[in-house]
């Protein structure tokens, strides 16, 4: 069909360029010449059949009762998509995936009226949570995370009980399990080490073990801080809070 326009596009371009007139007729599609050739010739627009339906009475609908109707409609997708953009600082692109369906519209909303945090409901509902659904052909109704549990492994993570690498093994967890973020965390023991006096210790073994980079971080090489960083985070298994790590690494170097 595309193939067949864009020729007659070009073909009767052709004909009325040059001063000649479109005869209104059927045309067949040639799909190995790649071209229209003439199949039979309508003469008037009545030669289509076009005719009242005798059997149908005319319908009157007051102008009232469209009013009436217009009003009990819900919000359609359209305007939806244009308040959350508005509303909520969505992009265009997010906006379009969150009004897909009535159900993922929802989840959102129930999920962004219990945060401050709505980019990183935005983020986790359009990559890990959508990313699983598609993979396994289901809809948001089908997901064993509610909006509330969303929200609850967001909280853990403000929190800095757990870090964004640790949200990723618990949101696996959820996801298969339906547990909640707190239950995962507990009971396989991933929270997030803030305890500054646990972390002294960590850090002062660490630093006492690499003389030459904690020198070339003193001789100005930045990047000595983040191998240093990363000596720790190794030494608690990654569970340490990488912010407090900076911090107390800098204040010790």
Avoid: C
Avoid at 182 to 201: M, N, P, R, T, Y
Avoid at 204 to 233: T, W, Y
């Amino acid at each position: 069909i595309q193939r067949a326009l864009t020729y007659e596009i070009e073909r009767q371009d052709k004909v009325l360029s040059g001063g000649g007139r479109v005869t209104q007729e059927t045309r067949h599609w040639d799909a190995v010449g790649q071209r229209t050739s003439p199949t039979r010739s309508k003469e008037e627009a009545h030669d289509y059949r076009y005719f009242p339906e005798p059997d149908l009475l005319p319908v009157v609908v007051e102008k009232s009762l469209i009013d009436e109707l217009r009003q009990s409609l819900p919000e359609l997708p359209e305007g939806k998509k244009a308040r959350f953009i508005d509303q909520y600082e969505v992009s265009d692109y997010n906006a379009e995936i969150l009004v897909s369906s009535q159900a993922m519209a929802d989840y959102f909303e129930a999920a962004a009226a219990k945060t401050k945090d709505v980019g990183s409901v935005v983020r986790w509902m359009t990559g890990e949570l959508l990313g699983h659904l598609n993979s396994e052909g289901k809809d948001i109704e089908d997901s064993l995370i509610s909006s509330d549990g969303l929200i609850g492994m967001l909280d853990l993570i403000e929190q800095g009980t757990i870090s964004g690498k640790m949200a990723k093994e618990v949101f696996e967890d959820m996801y298969s399990t339906g547990k909640s973020a707190a239950e995962i965390v507990k009971d396989k023991g991933l929270e997030q080490i803030s305890d500054v006096s646990v972390l002294d210790e960590i850090i002062a073994k660490v630093i006492e073990g690499n003389p030459s980079v904690v020198e070339d971080f003193r001789g100005g090489k930045d990047k000595a801080l983040g191998f240093l960083v990363g000596q720790v985070m190794k030494e608690t298994k990654g569970s340490a809070n990488p912010g407090v790590v900076n911090k107390l690494l800098k204040e010790k170097l």
